[in-house]
């Protein structure tokens, strides 16, 4: 089955600690993204990439960083630096000309 | 200024009526996509509906129709029939383009439906 995967579904980190959490998809998708969703608020976004190799600051890139190296992954670490980290992050991808972006089922982070 | 406005934070509706959850967005750029998306309480997005700005009629996909006023700019998502089933977050969202080529999802802040016998 085609589809996005992210994991684990839940993380726990101490404060302090960087963590990477994981998206993988087999949708031969060029495109790949990562949001963070805060309770009771719409999606923002982290990071993009357009194409391997390559990925762009959204709207909140600040305490995180990403990578490219493969078509199928685009893994997001949360870094210390991220001062409000406990979140629900959501990994999404699409097609060159899309009408429609795909999402992973979510990971919630929460650090202690 | 905020691009997609959803001013509903919660709705509530009886089985098997419909119901409306409104949206508006602000853009200058002709071009963009108008997307309403499902998020159950386990937190998948699900997608529902799509508008282009070009097209010419409103999307209809199922239980679900979008209804597009351009020079409003609006984009109401209109739900027949309801479900409990279809008791959810509900967020619309526009696609516009970056900078620097590629497009991006910008959402609004979702509304809270509840469906009750």
């Known amino acids: 089955d085609g589809g996005i995967t992210q994991s684990p579904k839940y993380l726990f980190r101490k404060e302090g600690q960087n963590v990477t959490l994981s998206c993988e998809q087999n949708l031969n998708h060029d495109a790949m993204y990562w949001y963070r969703q805060d309770p009771g608020q719409g999606l923002r976004l982290i990071y993009y990439?357009?194409?391997?190799?390559?990925?762009q600051k959204g709207d909140i890139a600040e305490g995180y960083s990403v990578s490219r190296e493969k078509k199928e992954s685009f893994p997001l670490t949360v870094t210390s630096a991220q001062k409000n980290p406990t979140a629900f992050y959501l990994c999404?991808?699409?097609?060159?000309?899309?009408?429609?972006?795909?999402f992973g089922p979510g990971t919630r982070l929460t650090v202690l | 200024a905020q691009k997609i406005t959803q001013t509903q934070p919660g709705m509530f509706v009886q089985e098997k009526e419909a119901v409306t959850l409104d949206c508006t967005y602000d853009t200058s750029d002709p071009s963009y996509g108008l997307f309403w998306y499902k998020q159950p309480s386990s937190g998948e997005m699900i997608f529902l509906i799509y508008?282009?700005?070009?097209?010419?009629q409103n999307a209809t996909e199922g239980r679900y129709s979008l209804n597009f006023q351009k020079a409003r700019k609006s984009a109401n998502l209109v739900i027949s029939a309801s479900q409990l089933g279809d008791s959810a977050m509900y967020f619309c969202a526009m696609r516009e383009a970056f900078t620097g080529g590629g497009n991006k999802l910008t959402f609004g802040t979702g509304t809270q439906l509840k469906v009750e016998l």
């Open positions: 508008q282009g700005s070009y097209d010419q």
């Open positions: 990439s357009q194409i391997v190799n390559d990925f």
């Open positions: 999404a991808s699409s097609p060159s000309g899309w009408n429609e972006q795909f």
